[in-house]
């Protein structure tokens, strides 16, 4: 009854409803985005690489579906100045476990990919400066690129603070700071080992479901006009790994950065919404 009665009030037109505000920017824009980072090899891994990545950017700014310089792709599903729901995402690069020495003759690890609904509440909105709680609930599979396999839910929950150095805002910096939960199925992914994957070394390890980490990570991004320049580093704790007895779980702390470019090559005339 609770439950219903949170849900009617969120979805009273008093509190929530989409206004069609038009913007001076684009409805849409292309281009493209790329860049170099490093990574752990796997949450908890005490090796990594440098990854390198370049993909087609798309920007939309409708009134419900967007992907912008605010924020990534994500579904407006309800969204005001207070709070709001939309989609989210995340994901993991693939790994070699040739070239690991804790996974070494065990299968490879696949792309990761999540999606799932998320609510948030500004905390803060001002022309500036952003503040605001996301929590969102993912559902995660991987691929090989021939096949998908579900690997079961994140809950993710964040707070995330994002400040423009100046009211043109082509300067910015996000703080974000979140802890991740997992279902058995993703711990099982990065921290099983199987009987017959098991030698000395290595033992046999039964995972299971629970907290993963904790991670805290700053960015830096300047977009003006048609290019993009971003930079970042990010720090990952997972003492208190629900798995931290796994022989796969090699350190308690991992970091990773990041430098990127982009670049829109076309822009519409016509103009979105915010």
Do not use: C
Request: without cysteine.
């Amino acid at each position: 009854m609770i439950l219903i009665t949170l849900v009617l009030f969120l979805l009273s037109p008093l509190y929530a409803s989409l206004h069609p505000v038009q913007s001076n920017k684009p409805l849409y824009e292309f281009g493209v985005i790329g860049g170099s980072a490093f990574v752990p090899d796997y949450p908890a891994s005490d090796q990594g690489r440098l990854r390198y990545l370049a993909v087609p950017q798309v920007r939309y700014r409708g009134l419900r579906l967007r992907s912008d310089e605010e924020d990534s792709m994500k579904a407006r599903i309800l969204h005001n100045t207070v709070y709001g729901f939309d989609l989210s995402g995340g994901g993991a690069f693939s790994a070699n476990s040739d070239k690991n020495d804790a996974r070494k003759g065990m299968n490879d690890l696949d792309w990761v990919g999540e999606l799932g609904p998320r609510f948030y509440i500004f905390l803060v909105r001002t022309e500036r400066l952003w503040v605001r709680l996301f929590f969102p609930v993912r559902i995660a599979a991987s691929t090989d690129l021939s096949s998908v396999t579900y690997q079961g839910l994140v809950f993710a929950p964040s707070f995330n603070t994002r400040y423009y150095f100046d009211d043109s805002k082509f300067n910015s910096i996000i703080l974000s700071l979140t802890r991740t939960h997992t279902t058995h199925q993703m711990q099982e992914f990065y921290f099983e080992v199987d009987r017959k994957y098991a030698t000395a070394e290595r033992p046999e390890y039964d995972a299971g479901s629970g907290y993963m980490s904790s991670s805290a990570a700053l960015a830096y991004i300047y977009e003006k006009d048609q290019i993009g320049i971003y930079g970042g580093f990010g720090l990952n704790s997972f003492k208190g790994n629900a798995n931290a007895g796994s022989p796969l779980y090699k350190a308690d702390y991992t970091y990773s950065a990041f430098v990127g470019f982009s670049y829109l090559f076309y822009q519409s005339k016509e103009r979105g919404y915010q």
